[in-house]
T-cell receptor
């Protein structure tokens, strides 16, 4: 398998613009996670899905953030409008089951909002 | 929620030296993962180790679940081992909670 695929790898945008990050999980994995990494807060969960259904979005910072998983092989994380404080590395991860299996991480999307 | 603490926060080694990284967690867990974040930012799975000991080449890990800690051993360190090492445990059984990491610098 190609592993978890994320696009774009780098994104530079201006404040107020819409940003869409994409993720393709490993085939057959039932769980998909979005994490964000910043210097101040480290790695933290934003939202996760089980069988395409959002289960816990308590980590989503505010209404400007939204995530969808229309099918088992694709998920998006959207920020609208973007702000400079959203600058971070966004990781997508997937796993076969809940806590009893390894989570595999994609390469991340490095977002810079000017 | 569960707390994850890693030590030391920073480690500087000469090539060839051995090191031990520690991860303490505040509650019982059924999963623990060690990751290496390389200088390019990629998170690489090292071990899935809820208990016991595993080895992979120069790296090995031990988790003592009853005492709520895990250790990562790096032997004969190489410059390519540089980066940040994270341990992570599941919160409420699913999403991972990460420690702040140990930053390792290996010089030749």
């Amino acid at each position: 398998d190609a592993g978890v695929i994320q696009s774009p790898r780098h994104e530079v945008t201006e404040m107020g613009q819409e940003v869409t990050l994409r993720c393709k999980p490993i085939s057959g994995h039932d769980y998909l996670f979005w994490y964000r990494q910043t210097m101040m807060r480290g790695l933290e969960l934003l939202i996760y899905f089980n069988n395409n259904v959002p289960i816990d979005d308590s980590g989503m910072p505010e209404d400007r953030f939204s995530a969808k998983m229309p099918n088992a092989s694709f998920s998006t994380l959207k920020i609208q409008p973007s702000e400079p404080r959203d600058s971070a590395v966004y990781f997508c991860a997937s796993s076969l089951s809940a806590s009893g299996s390894t989570q595999y991480f994609g390469p991340g999307t490095r977002l810079l909002v000017l | 929620g569960i707390q994850v603490e890693q030590s030391p926060p920073d480690l500087i080694l000469q090539e060839g030296a051995n090191s031990t990284l520690r991860c303490n967690f505040s509650d019982s867990v059924n999963n623990l993962q060690w990751f290496h974040q390389n200088p390019w930012g990629q998170l690489i799975n090292l071990f899935y180790i809820p208990s016991g000991t595993k080895q992979n080449g120069r790296l090995s890990a031990t988790t003592v679940a009853t005492e709520r800690y895990s250790l990562l051993y790096i032997s004969s360190s190489q410059t390519t081992d540089s980066g940040v090492y994270f341990c992570a445990v599941p919160q409420a059984g699913t999403a991972l909670i990460f420690g702040k990491g140990t930053t390792l610098s290996v010089s030749s």
